[in-house]
């Protein structure tokens, strides 16, 4: 038996009939058609599926969409204003933070949250933020140093 979710998924409030047990990643990419969030352990374990729930991160593999009732979803398409991409989206392009991409937009979802508690980052309060994110191509420093760029770049906007 199918139950009604509400939610506002980037902005777009939605009105969903889902089985119960239907996980918020199989929402997003097969109801939704929004596959920027990744599908890879399907156990919560590399953080691929990372999306905020009200300005939160959370693996959407291990949420049941009911949860999310009433509540606010950003994806990683939801993050760029249009055709712009987020500052933090740009600054992985411009420092090469990305090989294969799977893990990428679970990074930039950890790394903007970490931007909106905390516009001034430390490199290990960076590499604390992404900790939960398993990235096998990268290594981790070109994604730890786009983060920090992306900080300071926002830090000289708003001067």
Known sequence: MKKILNVTINGTPYEIAIKP?????EVLRNELNLTGTKRSCNAGGCSSCSVL???KVVNSCS???LQVDGKEVTTIEGIADGAKLHP???AFLEHG???CG???PGMIIAGKALLDENPN???QEVKEAIAGNLCRCTGYVRIVDAILATAKKLQEEAK
């Not at 047990?21 to 990643?25: D, H, I, M, N, Q």
Request: charged share 15%; aromatic share 8%.
């Open 97 to 99: 933070a990305y090989q």
């Open 63 to 65: 949420v049941l969409a």
């Open 102 to 104: 799977y893990c990428t």
């Open 88 to 90: 933090l989206q740009q």
């Open 53 to 55: 729930v009200d300005g």
């Open 121 to 123: 980052p430390t490199k």
């Open 21 to 25: 047990k239907t996980t918020l990643v």
